[in-house]
Protein backbone atom coordinates (compact mmCIF):
# COMPACT_ATOMS: atom_id res chain seq x y z
CA UNK A 1 0.00 0.00 0.00
CA UNK A 2 1.25 3.38 -1.00
CA UNK A 3 1.03 6.19 1.22
CA UNK A 4 0.61 9.53 0.27
CA UNK A 5 1.66 11.53 3.51
CA UNK A 6 3.80 14.39 2.42
CA UNK A 7 5.81 16.03 4.40
CA UNK A 8 5.85 19.85 2.94
CA UNK A 9 7.12 22.07 5.51
CA UNK A 10 8.60 21.64 8.61
CA UNK A 11 8.39 24.47 11.65
CA UNK A 12 10.82 24.52 14.90
CA UNK A 13 13.23 22.16 13.13
CA UNK A 14 17.08 22.86 14.22
CA UNK A 15 20.47 20.88 14.82
CA UNK A 16 19.93 17.93 17.52
CA UNK A 17 15.99 18.19 17.07
CA UNK A 18 15.65 14.26 18.14
CA UNK A 19 17.25 14.65 21.10
CA UNK A 20 15.63 17.34 23.50
CA UNK A 21 17.65 18.04 26.51
CA UNK A 22 20.89 16.06 26.46
CA UNK A 23 22.48 13.87 29.19
CA UNK A 24 25.19 12.27 27.22
CA UNK A 25 27.42 12.47 24.59
CA UNK A 26 30.45 10.67 23.42
CA UNK A 27 32.51 11.27 20.07
CA UNK A 28 33.90 8.54 17.44
CA UNK A 29 36.80 11.22 16.39
CA UNK A 30 38.11 8.84 13.74
CA UNK A 31 34.46 8.25 11.99
CA UNK A 32 33.47 12.21 12.62
CA UNK A 33 30.19 11.10 15.02
CA UNK A 34 28.76 11.88 17.83
CA UNK A 35 26.06 10.15 19.84
CA UNK A 36 23.41 12.17 22.20
CA UNK A 37 21.41 10.25 24.57
CA UNK A 38 18.34 13.02 25.58
CA UNK A 39 17.38 13.23 28.92
CA UNK A 40 14.87 10.39 30.06
CA UNK A 41 11.31 11.59 30.18
CA UNK A 42 7.77 10.08 29.61
CA UNK A 43 8.96 6.42 29.55
CA UNK A 44 11.56 7.07 27.14
CA UNK A 45 15.21 8.52 26.37
CA UNK A 46 16.29 8.84 22.70
CA UNK A 47 19.81 8.28 21.41
CA UNK A 48 20.64 9.47 18.16
CA UNK A 49 24.00 9.28 16.31
CA UNK A 50 24.72 12.56 14.09
CA UNK A 51 27.96 13.65 11.60
CA UNK A 52 29.47 16.70 13.25
CA UNK A 53 30.20 17.76 9.43
CA UNK A 54 26.39 18.80 9.05
CA UNK A 55 24.99 17.90 11.90
CA UNK A 56 22.34 15.24 10.11
CA UNK A 57 20.96 12.28 12.28
CA UNK A 58 22.32 8.99 11.13
CA UNK A 59 20.43 6.85 13.12
CA UNK A 60 17.91 6.78 15.92
CA UNK A 61 16.74 4.85 18.76
CA UNK A 62 14.55 5.16 21.76
CA UNK A 63 15.52 2.93 25.43
CA UNK A 64 12.78 2.51 27.64
CA UNK A 65 15.33 3.52 30.46
CA UNK A 66 17.56 6.15 31.29
CA UNK A 67 21.15 6.65 29.26
CA UNK A 68 24.48 5.94 31.34
CA UNK A 69 26.92 4.61 29.23
CA UNK A 70 27.62 4.48 25.33
CA UNK A 71 30.42 3.46 23.17
CA UNK A 72 31.50 2.78 19.71
CA UNK A 73 32.72 -0.26 18.34
CA UNK A 74 36.41 0.25 17.13
CA UNK A 75 35.75 -1.02 13.69
CA UNK A 76 32.19 -1.63 12.88
CA UNK A 77 29.56 0.33 12.47
CA UNK A 78 28.26 -0.03 16.00
CA UNK A 79 27.36 1.50 19.16
CA UNK A 80 26.38 0.04 22.09
CA UNK A 81 24.44 1.64 24.90
CA UNK A 82 24.07 0.94 28.12
CA UNK A 83 20.78 1.86 30.43
CA UNK A 84 18.64 1.70 33.61
CA UNK A 85 17.43 2.55 36.76
CA UNK A 86 16.35 1.69 40.11
CA UNK A 87 12.48 0.31 39.98
CA UNK A 88 11.88 1.97 43.22
CA UNK A 89 11.61 -1.08 45.31
CA UNK A 90 14.03 -3.71 44.97
CA UNK A 91 15.76 -4.14 41.59
CA UNK A 92 18.45 -2.41 39.16
CA UNK A 93 16.30 -2.94 35.94
CA UNK A 94 17.72 -1.95 32.80
CA UNK A 95 19.00 -3.06 28.91
CA UNK A 96 22.53 -3.21 27.28
CA UNK A 97 21.48 -1.80 23.52
CA UNK A 98 23.01 -2.70 20.08
CA UNK A 99 22.74 -0.17 17.34
CA UNK A 100 24.23 -0.68 13.68
CA UNK A 101 24.69 2.49 12.46
CA UNK A 102 23.84 1.36 8.83
CA UNK A 103 20.73 -0.16 9.13
CA UNK A 104 19.21 2.25 11.80
CA UNK A 105 18.16 -1.56 13.80
CA UNK A 106 18.91 -1.59 17.57
CA UNK A 107 18.52 -4.89 19.80
CA UNK A 108 18.52 -5.45 23.38
CA UNK A 109 21.20 -7.96 24.10
CA UNK A 110 20.87 -9.18 28.10
CA UNK A 111 18.10 -12.59 27.80
CA UNK A 112 16.75 -11.74 31.86
CA UNK A 113 13.78 -9.71 31.14
CA UNK A 114 14.48 -7.44 33.59
CA UNK A 115 18.26 -6.81 32.85
CA UNK A 116 20.38 -5.17 34.27
CA UNK A 117 21.34 -1.28 34.87
CA UNK A 118 24.77 -0.91 32.87
CA UNK A 119 26.71 2.14 33.95
CA UNK A 120 29.84 2.16 31.95
CA UNK A 121 31.25 0.57 28.97
CA UNK A 122 34.35 0.23 27.20
CA UNK A 123 35.76 -1.90 24.19
CA UNK A 124 38.85 -3.70 24.93
CA UNK A 125 38.94 -4.97 21.94
CA UNK A 126 36.93 -5.62 18.50
CA UNK A 127 35.75 -8.71 20.29
CA UNK A 128 35.49 -7.69 23.83
CA UNK A 129 33.24 -5.11 25.69
CA UNK A 130 34.05 -4.45 29.60
CA UNK A 131 30.84 -3.65 31.09
CA UNK A 132 30.35 -2.10 34.63
CA UNK A 133 26.59 -2.99 36.05
CA UNK A 134 24.86 -1.75 39.64
CA UNK A 135 23.76 -4.67 41.14
CA UNK A 136 20.95 -6.89 40.32
CA UNK A 137 19.08 -5.16 43.71
CA UNK A 138 19.48 -3.83 46.97
CA UNK A 139 18.02 -6.23 49.65
CA UNK A 140 19.88 -5.83 52.51
CA UNK A 141 22.91 -4.15 50.61
CA UNK A 142 23.77 -1.00 51.80
CA UNK A 143 26.19 -0.27 49.41
CA UNK A 144 24.53 -1.30 46.61
CA UNK A 145 24.21 2.65 45.26
CA UNK A 146 27.96 3.25 45.22
CA UNK A 147 29.28 -0.38 43.80
CA UNK A 148 28.75 -2.54 40.94
CA UNK A 149 30.03 -5.54 39.24
CA UNK A 150 32.06 -5.90 35.93
CA UNK A 151 32.55 -7.88 33.25
CA UNK A 152 34.00 -8.93 29.97
CA UNK A 153 31.48 -10.22 27.27
CA UNK A 154 33.23 -11.71 24.42
CA UNK A 155 31.82 -11.88 20.73
CA UNK A 156 33.64 -13.06 17.59
CA UNK A 157 31.69 -10.63 15.39
CA UNK A 158 29.15 -8.12 17.29
CA UNK A 159 27.28 -7.25 13.87
CA UNK A 160 25.59 -10.39 14.05
CA UNK A 161 24.81 -10.91 17.64
CA UNK A 162 21.00 -12.04 18.77
CA UNK A 163 19.15 -10.48 20.58
CA UNK A 164 18.58 -11.58 24.17
CA UNK A 165 21.45 -13.69 23.61
CA UNK A 166 23.94 -12.60 26.77
CA UNK A 167 23.45 -15.06 30.00
CA UNK A 168 23.19 -14.02 33.27
CA UNK A 169 26.87 -15.95 33.76
CA UNK A 170 28.19 -13.80 31.10
CA UNK A 171 27.78 -10.88 33.48
CA UNK A 172 28.93 -12.09 36.75
CA UNK A 173 32.16 -10.78 38.00
CA UNK A 174 34.09 -8.75 40.60
CA UNK A 175 32.32 -5.94 43.16
CA UNK A 176 34.34 -2.81 42.32
CA UNK A 177 33.41 1.12 42.99
CA UNK A 178 30.81 2.41 40.55
CA UNK A 179 30.12 6.34 41.46
CA UNK A 180 26.58 7.38 39.27
CA UNK A 181 28.39 10.29 36.96
CA UNK A 182 25.91 13.25 36.15
CA UNK A 183 27.33 13.70 32.36
CA UNK A 184 24.60 16.37 31.59
CA UNK A 185 26.83 19.49 31.54
CA UNK A 186 28.98 17.81 30.03
CA UNK A 187 27.14 16.70 27.24
CA UNK A 188 25.23 20.02 26.74
CA UNK A 189 28.78 21.93 25.67
CA UNK A 190 29.51 19.01 23.39
CA UNK A 191 26.27 20.20 21.72
CA UNK A 192 26.83 23.67 21.82
CA UNK A 193 30.47 23.27 20.52
CA UNK A 194 28.78 21.82 17.50
CA UNK A 195 25.71 24.65 17.19
CA UNK A 196 24.78 27.47 18.61
CA UNK A 197 21.10 26.66 17.45
CA UNK A 198 20.04 23.81 19.07
CA UNK A 199 16.80 24.07 21.35
CA UNK A 200 15.61 21.07 23.61
CA UNK A 201 12.25 21.32 22.43
CA UNK A 202 9.66 18.87 23.83
CA UNK A 203 6.29 17.32 23.45
CA UNK A 204 3.70 19.25 20.57
CA UNK A 205 0.68 18.96 22.84
CA UNK A 206 -1.60 20.86 20.10
CA UNK A 207 -1.49 22.41 17.22
CA UNK A 208 -3.86 24.94 14.63
CA UNK A 209 -4.08 26.74 11.74
CA UNK A 210 -5.17 30.24 11.05
CA UNK A 211 -7.39 31.54 8.55
CA UNK A 212 -4.08 34.18 7.41
CA UNK A 213 -1.69 31.18 7.76
CA UNK A 214 -0.36 31.71 10.53
CA UNK A 215 0.07 27.87 12.82
CA UNK A 216 -0.44 28.03 16.73
CA UNK A 217 0.79 25.35 18.77
CA UNK A 218 1.29 24.52 22.65
CA UNK A 219 3.72 21.90 23.80
CA UNK A 220 5.63 21.14 26.97
CA UNK A 221 7.70 24.02 28.30
CA UNK A 222 5.81 26.96 26.54
CA UNK A 223 1.86 27.79 27.01
CA UNK A 224 1.78 28.43 23.32
CA UNK A 225 3.67 29.64 20.15
CA UNK A 226 2.86 31.64 16.65
CA UNK A 227 4.59 30.78 13.82
CA UNK A 228 4.37 32.86 10.63
CA UNK A 229 3.47 31.43 7.07
CA UNK A 230 7.47 32.82 6.53
CA UNK A 231 8.58 29.83 8.40
CA UNK A 232 9.75 31.93 11.40
CA UNK A 233 8.25 32.47 14.96
CA UNK A 234 6.30 35.33 15.80
CA UNK A 235 6.11 34.54 19.88
CA UNK A 236 6.21 32.25 21.89
CA UNK A 237 4.86 32.48 25.98
CA UNK A 238 7.35 30.32 28.42
CA UNK A 239 5.58 27.88 31.25
CA UNK A 240 7.70 25.30 33.39
CA UNK A 241 4.97 22.74 32.37
CA UNK A 242 3.54 23.94 29.06
CA UNK A 243 0.03 24.16 27.51
CA UNK A 244 -2.14 21.28 26.42
CA UNK A 245 -5.66 21.91 24.71
CA UNK A 246 -6.33 25.35 22.29
CA UNK A 247 -9.21 26.64 21.11
CA UNK A 248 -8.97 29.89 18.82
CA UNK A 249 -11.67 32.61 19.35
CA UNK A 250 -14.30 33.03 16.25
CA UNK A 251 -12.61 36.32 15.70
CA UNK A 252 -8.82 35.19 15.66
CA UNK A 253 -7.63 37.79 18.07
CA UNK A 254 -6.94 35.43 20.70
CA UNK A 255 -7.21 31.84 21.95
CA UNK A 256 -7.66 30.01 24.84
CA UNK A 257 -5.12 27.69 26.36
CA UNK A 258 -5.46 24.82 29.07
CA UNK A 259 -2.17 24.54 30.65
CA UNK A 260 -0.57 21.39 31.65
CA UNK A 261 -0.83 20.45 35.85
CA UNK A 262 -0.10 17.05 36.92
CA UNK A 263 -2.67 15.50 39.13
CA UNK A 264 0.16 15.08 42.09
CA UNK A 265 0.62 19.06 41.93
CA UNK A 266 -1.31 21.57 44.70
CA UNK A 267 -1.38 24.11 41.88
CA UNK A 268 -5.34 23.57 40.62
CA UNK A 269 -5.23 23.64 36.62
CA UNK A 270 -5.82 27.08 34.50
CA UNK A 271 -6.98 28.16 31.69
CA UNK A 272 -5.05 31.51 29.65
CA UNK A 273 -6.41 33.55 26.96
CA UNK A 274 -3.36 35.42 25.01
CA UNK A 275 -3.15 37.89 21.89
CA UNK A 276 -2.42 36.44 18.63
CA UNK A 277 -0.61 39.39 17.90
CA UNK A 278 2.09 39.15 20.67
CA UNK A 279 0.69 36.31 22.65
CA UNK A 280 -0.07 38.59 25.91
CA UNK A 281 -1.70 37.35 28.20
CA UNK A 282 -5.41 38.92 28.83
CA UNK A 283 -7.45 36.97 30.93
CA UNK A 284 -6.89 33.92 33.25
CA UNK A 285 -9.11 31.16 34.97
CA UNK A 286 -8.64 28.39 37.59
CA UNK A 287 -10.76 25.30 37.08
CA UNK A 288 -12.30 23.47 39.70
CA UNK A 289 -11.27 20.26 38.98
CA UNK A 290 -9.35 18.72 35.96
CA UNK A 291 -10.42 19.36 32.84
CA UNK A 292 -10.00 19.43 28.67
CA UNK A 293 -11.20 22.66 26.39
CA UNK A 294 -12.25 20.96 23.72
CA UNK A 295 -13.86 23.38 20.33
CA UNK A 296 -17.56 22.89 19.76
CA UNK A 297 -19.61 22.86 16.57
CA UNK A 298 -19.95 26.10 16.91
CA UNK A 299 -16.52 27.04 17.12
CA UNK A 300 -16.69 28.02 20.59
CA UNK A 301 -14.57 27.16 23.88
CA UNK A 302 -15.53 24.69 26.47
CA UNK A 303 -14.09 22.93 29.66
CA UNK A 304 -15.66 19.99 30.21
CA UNK A 305 -14.34 17.00 33.13
CA UNK A 306 -11.24 15.02 32.28
CA UNK A 307 -11.71 12.52 34.79
CA UNK A 308 -9.33 12.25 37.82
CA UNK A 309 -6.87 9.23 36.71
CA UNK A 310 -4.92 10.99 33.70
CA UNK A 311 -4.85 10.20 30.02
CA UNK A 312 -6.95 7.04 30.46
CA UNK A 313 -10.55 8.92 31.69
CA UNK A 314 -9.65 12.09 29.38
CA UNK A 315 -12.17 11.43 26.59
CA UNK A 316 -11.42 14.62 24.25
CA UNK A 317 -13.95 15.38 21.51
CA UNK A 318 -13.56 18.26 18.85
CA UNK A 319 -16.59 20.16 17.09
CA UNK A 320 -19.03 18.26 19.21
CA UNK A 321 -22.44 19.70 19.18
CA UNK A 322 -22.54 18.63 23.28
CA UNK A 323 -20.02 18.13 25.81
CA UNK A 324 -18.89 14.48 26.44
CA UNK A 325 -17.52 12.82 29.52
CA UNK A 326 -16.26 9.45 30.43
CA UNK A 327 -18.15 8.86 33.68
CA UNK A 328 -17.31 6.38 36.35
CA UNK A 329 -18.32 6.21 39.82
CA UNK A 330 -15.37 8.69 41.88
CA UNK A 331 -15.79 6.41 45.12
CA UNK A 332 -13.80 3.55 42.38
CA UNK A 333 -12.33 5.64 39.90
CA UNK A 334 -8.80 4.86 41.22
CA UNK A 335 -8.91 1.70 42.82
CA UNK A 336 -7.00 -0.92 40.19
CA UNK A 337 -10.09 -3.01 38.98
CA UNK A 338 -12.10 -2.01 36.43
CA UNK A 339 -15.52 -0.21 37.14
CA UNK A 340 -18.45 0.49 34.87
CA UNK A 341 -18.48 3.60 33.08
CA UNK A 342 -20.66 5.28 31.45
CA UNK A 343 -20.36 7.38 28.13
CA UNK A 344 -22.14 10.99 29.72
CA UNK A 345 -23.12 13.96 28.04
CA UNK A 346 -24.46 17.87 28.69
CA UNK A 347 -26.10 20.05 26.10
CA UNK A 348 -24.18 22.91 25.53
CA UNK A 349 -24.96 26.27 27.18
CA UNK A 350 -24.30 29.87 25.33
CA UNK A 351 -21.45 31.11 27.70
CA UNK A 352 -21.59 34.11 30.22
CA UNK A 353 -19.50 36.37 28.19
CA UNK A 354 -19.02 35.73 24.30
CA UNK A 355 -15.80 33.63 23.94
CA UNK A 356 -15.17 32.96 27.15
CA UNK A 357 -15.44 29.29 27.98
CA UNK A 358 -17.53 27.57 29.98
CA UNK A 359 -16.69 25.14 32.70
CA UNK A 360 -18.89 22.30 32.85
CA UNK A 361 -18.98 20.00 35.92
CA UNK A 362 -20.16 16.40 36.41
CA UNK A 363 -23.18 16.91 38.36
CA UNK A 364 -24.75 18.99 34.98
CA UNK A 365 -23.68 15.72 32.46
CA UNK A 366 -26.29 12.84 31.89
CA UNK A 367 -25.53 9.44 31.67
CA UNK A 368 -26.32 8.39 27.54
CA UNK A 369 -25.20 4.50 27.38
CA UNK A 370 -22.53 2.48 28.66
CA UNK A 371 -18.73 3.66 27.98
CA UNK A 372 -18.16 -0.46 26.68
CA UNK A 373 -19.96 -1.76 24.20
CA UNK A 374 -18.92 -5.05 24.97
CA UNK A 375 -20.32 -6.65 28.25
CA UNK A 376 -17.13 -7.41 30.52
CA UNK A 377 -14.91 -4.99 28.87
CA UNK A 378 -13.55 -1.69 30.49
CA UNK A 379 -12.83 0.70 28.26
CA UNK A 380 -10.19 3.82 29.00
CA UNK A 381 -11.02 7.31 27.02
CA UNK A 382 -8.86 8.85 24.40
CA UNK A 383 -9.19 11.71 21.83
CA UNK A 384 -11.94 11.45 19.22
CA UNK A 385 -14.28 13.81 17.01
CA UNK A 386 -18.02 14.09 16.44
CA UNK A 387 -19.03 13.59 13.07
CA UNK A 388 -21.98 15.76 10.84
CA UNK A 389 -24.36 12.74 11.60
CA UNK A 390 -23.50 13.06 15.20
CA UNK A 391 -22.24 9.86 15.68
CA UNK A 392 -18.83 9.74 17.24
CA UNK A 393 -15.36 8.27 15.86
CA UNK A 394 -13.00 8.59 18.98
CA UNK A 395 -9.87 6.11 20.35
CA UNK A 396 -9.21 4.15 23.42
CA UNK A 397 -7.85 1.40 24.80
CA UNK A 398 -9.39 -2.04 27.08
CA UNK A 399 -8.59 -2.55 30.52
CA UNK A 400 -6.21 -5.26 31.50
CA UNK A 401 -4.48 -5.93 34.92
CA UNK A 402 -1.07 -6.25 32.61
CA UNK A 403 -0.93 -3.40 30.78
CA UNK A 404 -1.73 -2.75 26.57
CA UNK A 405 -2.44 -6.45 25.52
CA UNK A 406 -2.14 -7.25 21.44
CA UNK A 407 -5.29 -5.60 19.65
CA UNK A 408 -6.15 -3.76 23.10
CA UNK A 409 -5.97 -0.17 21.26
CA UNK A 410 -8.68 1.04 19.34
CA UNK A 411 -10.68 3.42 16.94
CA UNK A 412 -14.72 2.96 17.37
CA UNK A 413 -17.42 4.95 15.52
CA UNK A 414 -20.50 4.62 17.11
CA UNK A 415 -23.75 6.17 17.82
CA UNK A 416 -24.63 7.49 20.55
CA UNK A 417 -28.26 6.81 20.77
CA UNK A 418 -27.61 2.60 20.88
CA UNK A 419 -23.86 2.94 21.24
CA UNK A 420 -23.59 0.26 18.77
CA UNK A 421 -20.18 0.72 16.70
CA UNK A 422 -20.74 1.13 12.92
CA UNK A 423 -17.17 0.35 13.13
CA UNK A 424 -13.76 -0.36 14.98
CA UNK A 425 -10.37 -0.57 13.89
CA UNK A 426 -7.80 -2.20 16.24
CA UNK A 427 -3.99 -1.94 17.08
CA UNK A 428 -1.46 -2.85 19.74
CA UNK A 429 -0.56 0.64 20.04
CA UNK A 430 -1.94 3.62 21.66
CA UNK A 431 -3.24 6.42 19.88
CA UNK A 432 -1.89 9.88 20.92
CA UNK A 433 -4.08 11.91 18.44
CA UNK A 434 -7.18 11.77 16.16
CA UNK A 435 -9.34 13.94 13.65
CA UNK A 436 -11.09 13.27 10.79
CA UNK A 437 -12.75 15.07 7.50
CA UNK A 438 -15.64 14.47 5.63
CA UNK A 439 -14.00 10.73 4.15
CA UNK A 440 -11.23 10.06 6.47
CA UNK A 441 -10.65 9.91 10.12
CA UNK A 442 -6.39 10.34 10.83
CA UNK A 443 -4.87 8.56 13.63
CA UNK A 444 -1.70 9.14 15.73
CA UNK A 445 -0.05 6.58 17.68
CA UNK A 446 2.52 6.51 20.03
CA UNK A 447 5.55 3.99 18.24
CA UNK A 448 5.29 6.85 15.14
CA UNK A 449 2.41 4.99 13.13
CA UNK A 450 -0.14 7.20 10.85
CA UNK A 451 -3.51 5.75 10.14
CA UNK A 452 -6.00 6.77 7.46
CA UNK A 453 -9.15 4.97 8.22
CA UNK A 454 -12.31 5.40 5.81
CA UNK A 455 -14.99 7.33 8.25
CA UNK A 456 -17.66 5.46 6.45
CA UNK A 457 -16.28 1.89 6.43
CA UNK A 458 -12.94 1.97 9.28
CA UNK A 459 -11.09 0.29 6.60
CA UNK A 460 -7.28 1.27 5.95
CA UNK A 461 -6.64 3.91 3.14
CA UNK A 462 -3.29 3.91 3.99
CA UNK A 463 -0.91 3.59 7.08
CA UNK A 464 3.01 5.10 7.21
CA UNK A 465 5.34 5.38 9.74
CA UNK A 466 6.02 8.52 10.52
CA UNK A 467 9.92 10.07 9.45
CA UNK A 468 11.45 13.68 9.16
CA UNK A 469 14.76 13.45 6.68
CA UNK A 470 14.36 9.46 6.83
CA UNK A 471 14.87 9.43 10.61
CA UNK A 472 11.95 8.42 12.77
CA UNK A 473 9.23 10.49 14.38
CA UNK A 474 7.13 10.60 17.50
CA UNK A 475 3.52 12.33 16.57
CA UNK A 476 1.87 13.78 19.65
CA UNK A 477 -0.73 16.05 18.04
CA UNK A 478 -2.49 15.80 14.67
CA UNK A 479 -5.40 18.51 13.24
CA UNK A 480 -7.11 18.37 9.80
CA UNK A 481 -5.96 22.13 8.46
CA UNK A 482 -7.95 21.60 5.18
CA UNK A 483 -8.85 18.93 1.64
CA UNK A 484 -5.86 16.70 2.08
CA UNK A 485 -3.32 18.68 4.80
CA UNK A 486 -2.47 17.43 8.37
CA UNK A 487 -0.71 19.61 10.19
CA UNK A 488 1.42 17.39 13.28
CA UNK A 489 3.08 17.83 16.19
CA UNK A 490 5.81 15.57 17.06
CA UNK A 491 7.56 14.53 20.42
CA UNK A 492 10.77 16.40 19.66
CA UNK A 493 9.40 19.63 19.19
CA UNK A 494 8.69 20.13 15.56
CA UNK A 495 5.44 20.98 13.37
CA UNK A 496 4.91 18.97 10.27
CA UNK A 497 2.87 21.20 7.57
CA UNK A 498 2.12 17.68 5.20
CA UNK A 499 -0.43 16.40 2.27
CA UNK A 500 -2.34 13.66 2.94
CA UNK A 501 -3.90 12.22 -0.18
CA UNK A 502 -6.59 9.07 -0.58
CA UNK A 503 -4.05 5.98 -0.95
CA UNK A 504 -5.04 2.90 -2.18
Not at 82 to 97: A, K, V
Not at 167 to 186: F, H, I, K, M, N
Request: charged share 25%; proline share 7%.
Amino acid sequence: MTSPLRIDRVLGGRPFAEIGEPALAVADESRGLLAVAGTYAFGTAPVGVYDVGDLGCRALLRSGYPVHAMAFHPTFPLLVVGTGRYDGGYFFEGELLLLDLETGTGVSLIEDPLGRQVLALEWLTGQELHVLMAPPDDWQDKNAWAEGHVAVVRRHDWRVVPSRSITWDELAGPRVAAPRLDSREDARCAVSSLSADWDPRRDVRAVEELSDGRILATLDGAQAESWLLSGDRQWTVPDDKGGRDVVVATDERSVWVSLVRPEWEERPQSLVQLSLEDGAQLEQLTLSAPASLVRCADGLPAVVPAGHVGERSRLRIRRGSRGYFREVDRAREWTPEPSEAWLAAVDLKDPPIAGRPHELTEREFRRLLPYSWTPGETHFAGPGVETTDGSLVHAGTVYDGHGLQPGGSFVVRRKVTSGEPRWVFRTDRQATDLDADAETAYVAYDDGEIVALDLHGGTVRWRRQLTVAGVPAIPTALTVAGPGRLLIGTSDGRILDCSAGCGG
